[in-house]
């Protein structure tokens, strides 16, 4: 669990620096980034969600 939400912490950071990069430069490759890393979080924890349910089914 505590890397779980470390992993958390320092997407929520990468979050904040792409966007500011964005806002501060108005380069869209930061948006592209920020797009790429999204989805990249979102099939890790996908596969974390579907190892945690195979766990719990295995349990019963």
Do not use: D, E
Request: proline residues 2%.
């Amino acid at each position: 669990m505590p890397i779980i939400r470390l992993t958390i912490i320092l997407v929520a950071i990468a979050i904040f620096v792409l966007l500011a990069a964005y806002v501060v430069t108005r380069n869209k490759k930061y948006l592209s980034y920020l797009k790429q890393l999204l989805r990249y979080v979102g099939w890790c924890f996908l596969a974390l969600f579907v190892l945690y349910l195979i766990t719990r089914v295995i349990r019963f």
